[in-house]
């Protein structure tokens, strides 16, 4: 089955501590993206790739950084300087950055700051 | 100014019945796409239904249509023969063209939570 996969479902981080969530596709998409959801608001862009080894700033890239290295694949790094990480994190992936392609979504991630 | 809007935090539809969530919109590009989507309470986004700015007919998806109107610049969600399934809350969001600096981010409303009812 083709979709996008992101782990882990929950993550918990500590003072001063990066950590990476995972976004994985298998559906040959071109493009990739990362959003942040807070309680009760929509979506806004993290990051996105519209192409391997090549990714562009969003709206609140701050705190965040990302690489692109294979297709498949677009890893989300929380760094210590994101002072207020707690959210949920959505991957999307769509065939390519024309303005009618559909974005679909993983599963998602919650970060909590322990 | 915000450039999705949904005035309509929360709505009641009892089950069989027709309901309509809002949506509004504020752009200067002349090419532009609409997009309504599903969140229900696991979190995944579900994609329900898209707009082209310059499509002449509404856009309909199965129990889901889009009444387009693009003076008014609204996009409305209606749901027809409400399920209990449908209660989640749902989104509108919206990529602009090149003109104005879209490039593939979509932008997205508030949310509206919709609760069916027995």
């Known amino acids: 089955d083709g979709g996008i996969t992101q782990s882990p479902k929950y993550l918990f981080r500590k003072e001063g501590q990066n950590v990476t969530l995972s976004c994985e596709q298998n559906l040959n998409h071109d493009a990739m993206y990362w959003y942040r959801q807070d309680p009760g608001q929509g979506l806004r862009l993290i990051y996105y790739s519209q192409i391997v080894n090549d990714f562009q700033k969003g709206d609140i890239a701050e705190g965040y950084s990302v690489s692109r290295e294979k297709k498949e694949s677009f890893p989300l790094t929380v760094t210590s300087a994101q002072k207020n990480p707690t959210a949920f994190y959505l991957c999307?992936?769509?065939?390519?950055?024309?303005?009618?392609?559909?974005?679909?979504f993983g599963p998602g991630t919650r970060l909590l700051v322990l | 100014a915000q450039k999705i809007t949904q005035t309509q935090p929360g709505m009641f539809v009892q089950e069989k019945e027709a309901v309509t969530l809002d949506c509004t919109y504020d752009t200067s590009d002349q090419s532009y796409g609409l997009f309504w989507y599903k969140q229900p309470s696991s979190g995944e986004m579900i994609f329900l239904i898209y707009?082209?700015?310059?499509?002449?007919q509404n856009a309909t998806e199965g129990r889901y249509s889009l009444n387009f109107q693009k003076a008014r610049k609204s996009a409305n969600l209606v749901i027809s023969a409400s399920q209990l399934g449908d209660s989640a809350m749902y989104f509108c969001?919206?990529?602009?063209?090149?003109?104005?600096?879209?490039?593939?981010?979509?932008?997205f409303g508030t949310g509206t939570q919709l609760k069916v009812e027995l």
């Open positions: 999307a992936s769509s065939i390519s950055g024309g303005l009618r392609e559909t974005q679909y």
């Open positions: 707009q082209g700015s310059y499509d002449e």
């Open positions: 969001a919206m990529r602009e063209g090149r003109l104005t600096g879209g490039g593939n981010k979509l932008t």
